[in-house]
Structure formats: structure tokens, C-alpha cells
């Protein structure tokens, strides 16, 4: 793009549709080679804010992960752990949070889980466990 006009107009259609994002976004104009160059400020403590939960008895200061992450951690280490044809069973121990999220809202999950180890998978309880631990025991 030639024409500084030109430039100039889509700068400030590019200015105009981040001004909808809530995150600070510093537009610095066109580059040599003609590439719009810009920062915008990184966003990651939310993500985390989500996936954990603060514990009320520790005054906000201490978190634990949230079940849905947990359960995501359960599927990628079993997805890592792929048996061999020898073995039988996964078997996976956690805490009645994270196995209830397993029977309701993540059932779709488990069944590709078993579906691509190309094993049963079993669940159990473990009253003990809290809400971040898990096993997964092979059989």
C-alpha cells in the first residue's frame, strides 16, 4: 500500500474494531515490508483465574484446581499412558467430584478415552483423595 491516505484509513478501521476489546492494545503503524505492527498486553492470569477456585478458609490465598481441570488432566495423562495389548483395564482413582463430573458432564470424554487406548475404563472413588489428586492404575 502506497498511498499514505490509504494507510491512514485502515489504521483507523483496525483502531476502530479493537477499541471493543477490554484488553490495552497499542497499534504502532505499518512496517517496512507493510505489516501492521502491534502489542497487546498478555491476558494469561485470567485463563488461570478460571481453572482454579479460592479456598474460602485460607482468605482467598490459596487455590485448587477447579474438577473440569482436573478431569483434563486425568484424559491427557491417560491419553500419555497408552498401554500395551498386554494390559487389561485403566483404572482411574479421584476424588467424588471429579469422577461425578466423569458420569455426567464429561461421559463423552470417557467414551473416546476408552475408545482410543482401546481399553475398558474404569472409575472409582477414593474418599481421601482431594479434589487435585488422582491415580490412574493399569491392569
Not at 492494545?25 to 491476558?43: A, C, D, P
Not at 483404572?91 to 470417557?110: M, P, T, W, Y
Amino acid at each position: 500500500m502506497e498511498s499514505a491516505e490509504h494507510r491512514s484509513a485502515v489504521l483507523a478501521e483496525l483502531n476502530k474494531a479493537l477499541a471493543r476489546d477490554r484488553t490495552r492494545i497499542s497499534v504502532n503503524g505499518f512496517t517496512g515490508l507493510g505489516l501492521v505492527e502491534m502489542t497487546r498486553k498478555r491476558t494469561r492470569e485470567i485463563a488461570r483465574a478460571r481453572a482454579v477456585r479460592a479456598l474460602h478458609d485460607l482468605r482467598g490465598r490459596g487455590v485448587v484446581k477447579t474438577a473440569q481441570t482436573v478431569c483434563y488432566e486425568v484424559l491427557r495423562e491417560s491419553c500419555a499412558r497408552r498401554a500395551s495389548s498386554t494390559l487389561r483395564e485403566f483404572r482411574i482413582l479421584a476424588s467424588q467430584s471429579v469422577i461425578d463430573l466423569f458420569l455426567e458432564e464429561e461421559s463423552q470424554s470417557l467414551a473416546m478415552l476408552g475408545d482410543f487406548i482401546g481399553k475398558p475404563v474404569s472409575m472409582q472413588v477414593e474418599t481421601s483423595y482431594g479434589q487435585e489428586q488422582f491415580d490412574i492404575i493399569l491392569m
